[in-house]
């Protein structure tokens, strides 16, 4: 391409930046922080609200569930309602309903008014969050910015869930458990007020292309089954005929989806987006780095709360180091490398970072030192992820054409969603399965109830290490394949995204190169 028609085009690609997207980017974090810090808040107050409201114990899972189910089953739609509809709006519009979902969660009264509560959250949810993450690859396209606004977003994404525990821990403890429902309002009214008056999204950057209803149905059934499938097989296990059931269905729904969208004029995800070899190694390292930090999470809080007797709140501080590394990692180390370093060179290595905390873990046993195995494990854990994260986030949704943007950012919340159900099924599984073997190999040495108490709580460290193990291999693995896959270099300092490029459905736009290779 001549150098004058890189300028011509640039000059058709690259409107002036927004004046506001800072300001914006307060209101798309703190929308991104709702989102993730709710899908781990309600877990603390989980005991207290089940107690209130008469939820059996069969049937509690289902509080957590009914989320999972609604945000995984719908943010595909959710992506593409964004691309559609407009960012902005759909962003809005999610923030509104979470809000009032929250409301009804918080005033329950009944078990099916808190389950209808949470799949609402779920739904909104799927709508707000591809919309705040394109809104973010359509108003930052240049280089440095970027990755100073993805660094923040990264740092939210890793470390919001650690936030839910803390917060859940404090509401639960000296409040009630419907402020776990309740403090989200504040949340949603002030992001999608600030969102309101402040995000102007780049013209020229919607899809209007017809609504794909056969991708839509088989996207959300075959994303829903395999979500629950995942969930059944923790409560289940792995051999119920249900469970089995579920992800035999999903396979075939899913695979029908992909031939549906192959021959689709305007398909629900348009295959390019994941056949592009970069942003194919972001959604499956990410999604296996996922399945070992959600496993992780559960087993240190059930450590800490019930082995070494936290309280709540305790517990919830107990994992701001975690908190501490994931902002350095992702706003200091991933931010100013970023544009000095391909991205794979700090994905494979943060994921490798985070696999050295693991290992610390694995050498957890009774009473165990916080300061000489939890405090370090937690800090390369963080740093590692935080460092992963950041890169991971900016690919994701980098050189996508406008139109796909909202799509290629569900697929990312997608791929963390899937990995967040399966990575707690399948460690828990581990776990409790070599927990039952430690007991039954060693309580018949035990004489009275206090050594029985204590090889039980031997038996589920026993469990925890082993699933730890697990978790360290997978993200090993996930740094082979961010090594192996992302092979695009730095991001060109004299070039722009490609984000506000081109009007709607042109298929013939210019592309401008947007990494060095």
């Known amino acids: 391409m001549s150098e004058a028609v890189q300028a011509a085009a640039g000059k058709k690609s690259a409107p002036a930046p927004d004046s506001n997207r800072w300001r914006a980017l307060v209101f798309i974090a703190l929308a991104q922080l709702m989102v993730v810090v709710d899908a781990t808040i309600v877990n603390i107050a989980l005991p207290s609200a089940q107690q209130d409201l008469g939820i059996s114990d069969g049937n509690r899972q289902w509080v957590i569930t009914a989320y999972a189910l609604a945000f995984g089953g719908l943010l595909l739609f959710g992506g593409r309602i964004a691309d559609l509809w407009g960012r902005k709006r759909t962003f809005v519009v999610g923030l509104v309903g979470f809000a009032a979902a929250s409301a009804l969660g918080g005033a329950a009264t009944t078990e099916a008014m808190m389950l209808g509560a949470r799949a609402l959250q ?27 606004a993805f660094g923040i977003y990264g740092a939210i994404a890793g470390g919001g869930g650690a936030v839910g525990f803390i917060l ?12 776990t429902f309740f403090v989200n309002i504040p949340f949603a009214i002030i992001a999608a007020a600030g969102a309101y008056f402040v995000i102007r999204e780049p013209e020229g950057s919607r899809n209007r292309s017809p609504l794909d209803i056969p991708g839509v149905v088989l996207s959300i059934v075959g994303l829903v089954s395999l979500v629950y499938g995942f969930t059944r097989a923790e409560s289940d296990g792995w051999g119920d005929s249900v469970t089995i059931g579920l992800f035999i269905a999903s396979v075939v729904l899913l695979a029908a989806f992909v031939l549906v969208e192959a021959r689709s004029k305007a398909p629900l995800l348009p295959l390019r987006v994941l056949t592009e070899r970069n942003r194919a190694g972001v959604y499956l390292s990410l999604g296996l780095a996922i399945i070992a930090m959600f496993g992780t999470f559960l087993f240190l809080t059930y450590y800490l709360q019930v082995v070494n007797a ?17 902002i350095v990692g992702s706003t200091q180390i991933g931010t100013r490398l970023m544009t000095r370093v391909a991205p794979r060179l700090l ?34 854990l963080g740093l590692g992820m935080g460092t992963a994260f950041m890169p991971a986030m900016s690919l994701s949704t980098h050189g996508v054409e406008p139109r796909d943007a909202g799509v290629a950012s569900a697929m990312v919340n997608t791929s963390q969603q899937v990995g967040g159900a399966i990575g707690t099924a399948l460690l828990n599984t581990i ?17 009275s109830k206090s050594q029985q108490q204590l090889i039980q709580l031997e038996g589920q460290v026993h469990g925890y290490s082993n699933a730890i193990w697990f978790a360290v291999g997978i993200l090993v693995l996930s740094a082979a394949i961010a090594f192996a896959f992302v092979n695009t270099g730095r991001p060109d300092m004299t070039s722009v995204s490609g984000a506000g490029e081109g009007a709607e459905g042109d298929e013939d736009e210019v592309k401008i190169p947007v990494v060095a290779h």
């Open 431 to 447: 776990a409790a399965s070599a927990t039952t073997s430690y007991i039954k190999d060693h309580i018949a040495g035990a004489t």
């Open 310 to 326: 936290y309280s709540p709140v305790k517990t919830g501080f107990a994992f701001l180091p975690m908190i501490a590394g994931m």
């Open 168 to 179: 859940g821990g404090v509401l639960t403890e000296y409040m009630d458990w419907r402020w």
């Open 122 to 148: 779920g739904a909104f949810g799927a709508l707000l969050a591809p919309a705040a993450l394109s809104l973010l690859a359509v108003m930052f396209t240049e280089a440095k910015e970027r990755a100073k």
């Open 347 to 380: 994905m494979a290595p943060g994921f490798l970072v985070a696999a050295a905390g693991m290992l610390i873990l694995t050498q957890m046993e009774i009473g165990s030192s916080y300061a000489a195995v939890v405090l370090p494990a937690m800090l390369l």
